[in-house]
């Protein structure tokens, strides 16, 4: 959903990007310097990528991240609701709204809080009753090893009647996870506004096609076979294995993240951006 700012001051703002990313330190330091000449405090994070979800990021009015959708994702699960805005110097950048340079041309609406807060609600997994993550984008349920199928049954509320699920793997996608792996995978695109889950299997052998459920309601999924290992991934870059006899449970947390969005058209953005 896309919301107005109001009585909104913009007074700090963080840049965070990837130590690895070389070009990104030149951008950085560019709008540093432009922020810093319009009164904006700027704390620049130069910061290895995979510590990012581990960083303490200080109070802050925004962040802007430089880097690709993965960078995004990490920065996202890191400040909560803080709005933040994605400049893409990654490969595609789907989520991204500009490159750094693109951006030079909306500073001025940037400091007035011209923009709009583009809003996803998250989503909370638990293994065997003990949380394991919140996760912005997806997670994957996949098989260990390529050559082996997952045989698992899928729960839609605790109390639903089981639906079998076999194939390669299963994605539960947020509203802003299903222009990603799920999409891909054959699933709907779902709105911002629809505040709704996706469930996408990958490459399935049982009679199941992409089912969207309302936010409000929980997932529970329960593998059938001993002999087949399967992993858990969520937003791409957390792991954890998951075996039968557990059970991995996915409930809303009604926490949200924050896009800072220039153009309020939804799909133009995300098909101009899949379209490159």
Known sequence: MFSLLECYSMRDVAVIYPKDLSSARRHAAVISDKLNSMGILVKVVEIKEEEIASYNVPPTDAVICLGGDGTLLRVLSLVGSIPVLLLNMGAKGYLAEFTPMEFLNYLNSFIEESFLLETH????????????????????????????????????????????????????????????????????????????????????????????????????????????????????????????????????????????????????????????
């Open 121 to 276: 609600y998250t989503l909370a997994s638990y293994l065997n009753g003990e949380k394991l993550w919140v996760f912005v984008n997806d997670l994957v349920v996949s098989v260990s090893q390529p050559t082996q199928m997952i045989y698992l049954n899928l729960f839609l509320d605790e109390t639903s009647y089981p639906i079998p699920v076999e194939g390669n793997g299963v994605i539960v996608a947020t509203t802003l996870g299903s222009t990603g792996f799920s999409m891909n995978a054959g699933g709907s695109i779902l709105t911002p506004q629809s505040k709704s889950i996706i469930l996408t299997p990958i490459c399935a052998r049982s009679p199941i096609r992409p089912i969207v459920i309302p936010y409000g309601n929980s997932i529970t999924l329960k593998p059938l076979r001993k002999d087949i290992p399967m992993l858990l991934i969520a937003d791409g870059f957390r792991t954890h294995p998951f075996s039968c006899g557990e059970t991995l449970s996915i409930k809303p947390t009604n926490e949200k993240v924050n896009l800072i969005r220039f153009n309020a058209d939804f799909f133009s953005r995300r098909i101009e951006r899949l379209g490159k």
